[in-house]
């Protein structure tokens, strides 16, 4: 018999909301919130971020998708911070043997710029999610309903690793 030696698996992640109408409504991208920018239209906070970075780990672990878990017919999710469902994701991930190595997020949006919040963002969902996060941000250069626009998608990638 030989010994057990360590698994990886990947797990990708999408979300994607469209803005808000509704001037009240606060953008938060990673945990953070974007003053004077429009908001996203969503059940909980509409946070793409943490909502991609949740699907890729759970996907990564096999146990499901954002919506199975924290379903947006549920009221108690109405309005909810997306970052602590995303702490109870990386927590679900852990309980089910796997540590999370790390996670990347493409933020597809024409603005707000995350370049100066790039930091913080990056810090406050590694802090959640307790293992590397990177995020990056990418432009549509004017195309589809992102480039004309009128919402913010995220695309992520999530490493874990196990004995198996």
Do not use: Y
């Amino acid at each position: 018999m030989s010994a057990s030696r360590p698994t990886m698996r990947v797990g990708q992640g999408f979300d994607v909301h469209r803005f808000s109408d509704d001037p009240l409504r606060r953008l938060v991208l990673g945990g953070c919130e974007f003053a004077g920018e429009r908001g996203l239209v969503g059940h909980s906070d509409a946070d793409v971020i943490a909502h991609a970075c949740a699907d890729a780990l759970l996907g990564a672990a096999g146990l499901g998708d954002i919506g199975m878990h924290f379903p947006d017919t549920d009221e108690r999710f109405a309005g909810a911070d997306s970052m602590m469902l995303l702490q109870l994701v990386a927590g679900m991930v852990r309980d089910a043997g796997w540590a999370v190595a790390n996670v990347h997020a493409s933020v597809i949006c024409e603005r707000p710029k995350l370049a100066p919040r790039r930091n913080e963002i990056e810090a406050a969902l590694t802090a959640r999610i307790d293992a590397p996060v990177a995020v990056t941000g990418n432009r549509a250069e004017g195309l589809g309903a992102i480039g004309r626009r009128e919402g913010i998608a995220c695309l992520a990638v999530a490493l874990i690793e196990g004995e198996r």
